[in-house]
């Protein structure tokens, strides 16, 4: 049965309670626990803490899909943006990339023995897993161009290549990485040539060599690193969907990830416009409170207006997404794609001036939030690409 909209503003409520109740007054906290690990990308205790609670307050796995019993795209556009006012929140609710986009992985095209050693300890949040795709030594805007190869020897894959900013694979608790690397080469047919295959992160020959930072941010304890794959054996049970397949795999699990990050970034962005128009009544300059000042408010009403039409662009998609599929939605995808990180970048920019040098530091949210928007529009196909794609849909759709 499909959860009505009336369900869906009382999960909002509920998931607004807990955030005011559990998530806002941590912050500080949960900064102070993350700087006092031994290893950065170890378990933060209160987020275990926290993940109890999200659990017995029924706001766990918001992301589910409505063909497996969960929500609309459209219907967890303003749950997603909820958590993408705190950076850390998503993953209390289990709803953290790359774990939602691996897990709808699992649930379209594991098999059941897949599903079984995997998928149920990341639906219950026992594990976390890393999407290995981008190299450092090709252009993975072009996801064709990976190297990495995945050879059949006998009973076994192995697994041979190097990929970096790999989500989540510094963090502790991460098991399983899926591997997307060319198992055909010589195919001539390019996006039949790559296949994706797990590989557990306890393999010999898995090296986590170094985690990677964004703007000097190492966004721990998940973290992006860069990881070395020399010789990996794995039993080819752990080929997903079969050979040749990989390119398939990668457009079905991106469309619903892009949308993710662009509805957790209206939330960053929503969040530093609230944070600038108190800013903004507290402070004086030149004899006038900074809200008196003309440019400010021009800053203020730019910045409301631009969330405003990137949030229902956003809702677009995700509704024609529902009515038609990621793919036949793929010009507004692309479209959202280019317009939200830019968005929330330079809003988020603009709330940070408002702040002055304050607004810089970590004692505010909005430095971080800005480095996420700006490495989205290099996340999940940069803005190049997306722009590319859609000149060519809409050339096709109005010039013949």
């Given at each position: 049965m499909a959860v009505t909209d009336d369900q869906v503003q009382e999960l909002?409520?509920?998931?607004?309670?807990?955030?005011?109740?559990?998530?806002y007054p941590n912050e500080e906290r949960y900064a102070e626990q993350l700087n006092s690990l031994e290893d950065r990308f170890s378990t933060v205790p209160l987020m275990e803490e926290l993940k109890v609670k999200a659990k017995a307050a029924g706001l766990w796995n918001l992301w589910m899909p409505a063909d497996h019993g969960g929500l609309s795209n459209e219907q967890y556009c303003g749950l997603a943006e909820i958590m993408g006012r705190v950076l850390w929140s998503p993953e209390v609710f289990n709803c953290n990339a790359p774990d939602t986009g691996n897990?709808?992985?699992?649930?379209?095209?594991?098999?059941?023995?897949?599903?079984?050693?995997w998928l149920e300890p990341l639906l219950d949040g026992e594990i976390r897993s890393s999407y290995a795709m981008t190299e450092p030594d090709v252009a993975s805007s072009d996801a064709t161009n990976v190297r990495t190869r995945i050879e059949r020897d006998g009973d076994h894959y192995v697994v041979n290549g190097r990929k970096w900013f790999i989500t989540n694979a510094p963090y502790e608790r991460t098991k399983i990485i899926i591997v997307m690397g060319q198992s055909d080469p010589e195919n001539p047919n390019r996006h039949?040539?790559?296949?994706?295959?797990l590989v557990p992160k306890d393999t010999p020959g898995v090296t986590v060599v170094r985690p990677l930072t964004t703007l000097g941010y190492d966004d721990a304890p998940l973290g992006h690193a860069e990881v070395l794959f020399d010789n990996v054996r794995v039993p080819k049970?752990?080929?997903?969907?079969?050979?040749?397949r990989g390119f398939e795999i990668a457009q079905g699990r991106l469309g619903p990830g892009r949308i993710h990050h662009c509805m957790r970034l209206i939330g960053s962005a929503q969040r530093a416009l609230?944070?600038?128009c108190r800013r903004s009544v507290s402070r004086e300059t030149f004899g006038?409170?900074?809200?008196?000042?003309?440019?400010?408010?021009?800053?203020?009403?730019?910045?409301?207006?631009?969330?405003?039409?990137?949030?229902l662009l956003t809702l677009k998609t995700a509704r024609r997404m529902d009515e038609v599929g990621a793919k036949d939605a793929r010009d507004l995808i692309a479209a959202s794609k280019i317009t939200v990180p830019m968005m929330a970048q330079i809003v988020i920019d603009r709330c940070m001036q408002i702040h002055g040098a304050g607004g810089l530091t970590a004692d505010y949210p909005m430095a971080e939030a800005y480095?996420?928007?700006?490495?989205?529009r290099q996340a999940d196909g940069p803005d190049q690409v997306?722009?590319?794609?859609?000149?060519?849909q809409l050339v096709k759709r109005y010039a013949s």
């Open positions: 909002k409520a509920r998931l607004e309670a807990f955030m005011e109740e559990h998530i897990m709808e992985v699992f649930l379209k095209y594991a098999t059941e023995e897949q599903k079984a050693q039949l040539q790559q296949s994706q295959i049970e752990n080929i997903l969907l079969g050979e040749g609230e944070y600038a006038r409170k900074l809200s008196e000042h003309q440019s400010v408010l021009e800053d203020i009403a730019k910045s409301f207006s631009e969330i405003e039409q990137a949030r480095n996420y928007a700006r490495w989205c997306h722009m590319m794609a859609l000149g060519k």
